[in-house]
């Protein structure tokens, strides 16, 4: 394919999810998914919040649509809910669903901000999960049949398409330990569901090229995986981790094969004749996220798993505590390390996610001074400017996320945002990092 020619500068973007954003759960005729399912069950989520009322973004999204203006962003990542436009999860669409995004795509072309959504963002309708969810190979046809729905309803204004969010935490996540939606706990067993979203993945993009998609990507989630110590059984156990993390998603989009994870003793990946070609069908894209890097040692030998996340040594943390270390040289180590490894095989990265939630009120007192998530932007974008410098091709620039928003397990008690959303009452507010953002973004184009 034609690559396109290098970008001057990043373009800058900020993201949003709808499940996270939206609220309106019952409005419009929309389905339900299985984070409906998830939040709706007591106990799961850490605060007991339902992602309502939140941002409420499905009534709000014209003051979305101008803090992004004021922000100055080039482009922005939304998702679009599967279960609005077809609530089910088959046949045909729901006007109600697709008309909310029409207005948010005509309301950003009106603004000149660029949309790119994604199309699934973890939001599975949840009658796909009763008939198997992600272990079922079907669920990736019933999301190539999806995509086309979607690409035929905005495809003459929507040039630009992430296919899949994150399938690694969707299956380690979601399937492997439960975690997030759909809540399955099925350790190795869950490993189909890396090959099954790969395939929707491949499978889109094809409907979505045939559609006149001009760029179009997967996102995913890359960490830089370190042994705890040089011992032989931490090295092993960073090994798998880095495997099962990093390159079970990206070496067959980018290299058209799974790597040998038999040798380790995991079942095989059900994988049937052309699959392959159809996941490493060419992207223009490489949607890249990245939070921290991750440190890993050897699991005790009765653990069913052979490695477990400690935390990084000598690094500050976000919200999160010892589970999010702030390293942002980290993010240049792996870009480099993709940039050395695949080579003329990659294509452009665009960094879809990064950004860090701090302790923040909920409801407004005065100005809120996230210095803390200043530095952590600084120090990513720099190093970002640094993989380039070094001739990694990177064109974009994603900050997660635009607004606080329901932060899926931790419920509404994690604030990523560039700007405060009062869940009560859905008022925003921007902090001191959007004005930083935005003055970045304005010295970046002189
Ligand atoms: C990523 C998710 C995104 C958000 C951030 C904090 O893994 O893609 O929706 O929750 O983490």
Redesign the pocket.
Known sequence: PLVPAPVRGLRWSAAT?AF?IEGARAAGGRGRSIWDDFVDAPGAVRDGSTAEPGPDSFHRYLEDVDLLTRLGVDRYRFSISWVRVQPTGAGGMNPEGIAYYDRVVDALLAAGITPFPTLY?WDLPSTLEAAGGWLARDTAERFADYAALVAEALGDRVKHWYTI??PV?TSLQGYAIGELAPGRQLLFESLPTVHHQLLAHGLATRVLREAGAETIGIVN?HTDVRPASPSAEDQAAAYVYDILHNRIFAEPVLLGRYPDIEALGMPPMPVEPGDLEIISTPTDVYGF?F?NPTTIAAAPPESPIPFVNVPTPGAPCTGFGPEWPIVPDALTDVLLDFHTRYADALPPIVIA?N?A?FPEPDSMTGPIDDQDRIAYLQGHIAAVERARDLGVRIDEYTV??LLDNF??AEGFTQR?GLVHVDHATGERTPKASFDWYRTHIEEAAR
């Open positions: 999810a996270q963002h969010n994150e935490s989630n996220n939070y996610e950004g939630s997660w996320s932060e899926w990523f």
